[in-house]
């Protein structure tokens, strides 16, 4: 218990600094998005689990030789009464600490859904007022408005793409085809749960490198998975002049943002400090969005071809092992014992 507590905490210290900087510096990720989100949600997940478990481990090594004895020796203490002398200072302080941790990362994670979706539940209503139905897509909304702007407001059978006056008037078939497909492409693939699930760990450990390093990649992958999906019917030179357009308009890099689904709480002339379903920008988030725009520019003007079986394989075996490891070492023990 001693030394797995241990080997947990610098697993918990590894994937929380150097590994999501290396990540964040890396080029392979815009080759294959999917295998890069994959590889994210791995060291979040792994992260987690191993800094909570690196606390738990050691507060209750006095009273186990394992995991599951030790949490069987804590039950007793706290349904039967028995004495606590066998836990000192730190152990208690660590368990405490592991207790709440755990409490504030599943209170952060409901809390910023519930904002969230009071936020969306507003802008339905204010596109009930503002919005009229398209005529040329389903599930698609447009708001009489100058500037080009395109975003998706999640929300199961209520999902809808919205698009501006200003937008339609400024884009070719083509390019307004381009435009609907990588917003249908973030409602289809789910694109909200990973921006939701990331927003709320970055809330819950704003102190964290590995959050705000996750969180931004997570926002460039999540658009050039649905460019990939945009580059299925339509060209290269589409899509770019699509983002371009889109991109133009006098919320600036905003736009781009908006597009993941984390639409503002108010039409598309609101400011980029306002709240995005309901969660308030970070700073940054607009030249954040210029980046992502940038890099989705970039890699669509000198494409490059995908990571090669072998390679995308080594990374998901590596997700499999960093799920797998602090696992091993918070449950095994207590299994062979």
Known sequence: MFWTSYLLAVLAIVLAWPVPILLSRASWPARSPFTAMLLWQAIALAGGLSM??????????????????????????????????????????????????????????????????RQRRRHRELLALLAAPSVDADRTVVISHDSPVAYCLPGGARSVTVLSDGLMAALEPAELRAVLSHENAHLNQRHHLLLWAFAAWRQALPWLPTTRLAQEAVNSLIEMLADDVALKTESNATLIKAIAIVASGPTGGMAAGMATGMASAAVPSAHPGLALDGLEAPAGAVSGSARTTMSRVSRLLSPQPQLPAAARGLVLAGCALLLALPTALLIVPGLLG
Request: net charge negative; charged share 10%; aromatic share 12%.
């Open 52 to 117: 909570i478990g690196a606390m738990l481990v050691y507060g209750l090594e006095p009273i186990g030789d394992s995991l599951i004895s030790g949490l069987r020796g804590l039950a007793a203490m706290v349904l039967f009464n028995a004495p606590t002398t066998a836990l000192g200072f730190w152990h208690l302080f660590a368990l405490s600490a592991a207790a709440l941790l755990t409490a504030h990362l599943v209170f952060t994670l409901l809390l910023t859904y519930y904002r969230i979706e």
